[in-house]
């Protein structure tokens, strides 16, 4: 199994609660499959770029025009997104580990989000065909931390529609999600207790990805 971790959090482990949540999930998952091929992407250490026009042009004009030849520029300004979508689409489980910035994922994941989602490397589209995912990626785990408090379907949530829609985009709808909330000290007195209950679960969504079956043209694929 292949697992790609993109974190989005400048904060030192001790300090970030998704950071935690994080540790938790991938001692449990390495203790449990200790084969687990692991792909650490830090993107405070790996910054993506802003979408660009050039990259734009260079994803998008050959889905428009199948004689279009992207020029140089375009081609280096796609060297980003085809090194991380490379890592991305032989991966069986994405993991994103981040806070909620002001009711959202933090810019710099949306950065990124951005340079993969990009056809002729995470899917394609075509009138005739429709969306069809170039990736292999059975489940998304989402590992979160928030100084608020979020109940189901809150309308103010803009991150985790962020995710799972963007990813259903391309053919994965099997997001799981792991949310340590009330972790402001100015509102709450039982971040603790936020924090061990969602570390908890964290192990737990570590077991069910460790029991995913990879199916026979997988495994060869690998």
């Known amino acids: 199994m292949n697992v790609l ?3 989005a959090n400048p904060k030192p482990t001790e300090e970030s609660v998704s ?6 999930f991938f001692g ?3 203790e449990l499959k200790p084969e687990v091929e692991l792909v650490n992407v830090d993107l405070y ?27 140089k520029v375009e081609e280096m300004a796609m060297n980003y997104a ?3 979508a490379e890592a991305f689409n032989e991966a069986d489980v994405l993991v994103l580990t981040m ?6 994922v933090p810019a710099i994941m949306k950065a990124w989000m951005d340079q993969i989602l ?8 075509s009138k005739e065909d429709g969306v069809k995912g170039l990736h292999k990626i059975k489940s998304v785990v989402l590992l979160v931390a928030s100084g608020g408090v979020y109940k189901e379907d809150d309308d103010r949530d803009a991150l985790t529609r962020q995710v799972r829609h963007s990813f259903d985009f391309i053919g994965i ?3 799981e999600i792991v949310w340590a909330e009330g972790q402001s000290p100015l509102f709450f007195t039982n971040q603790e207790e936020n924090k061990a209950m969602a570390i908890e679960a964290a192990a737990e969504i570590a077991e069910d990805i460790a029991e995913i079956d990879l199916t026979p043209a997988e495994v060869a694929a690998d």
């Open 173 to 175: 709808d099997d997001i």
């Open 118 to 125: 990009s056809p002729g490397l995470t899917f394609s589209i």
């Open 45 to 71: 250490d790996e910054k993506p770029p802003f979408y660009s026009y050039e990259l734009y042009k260079r994803v998008w004009n050959p889905v428009f025009d199948e004689s279009y030849e992207p020029s």
């Open 28 to 30: 449990k998952l390495i």
């Open 5 to 7: 971790h993109v974190c």
């Open 19 to 24: 950071k935690q949540l994080a540790s938790a």
């Open 82 to 84: 085809a090194k991380q």
């Open 99 to 104: 806070p909620m910035w002001n009711f959202s």
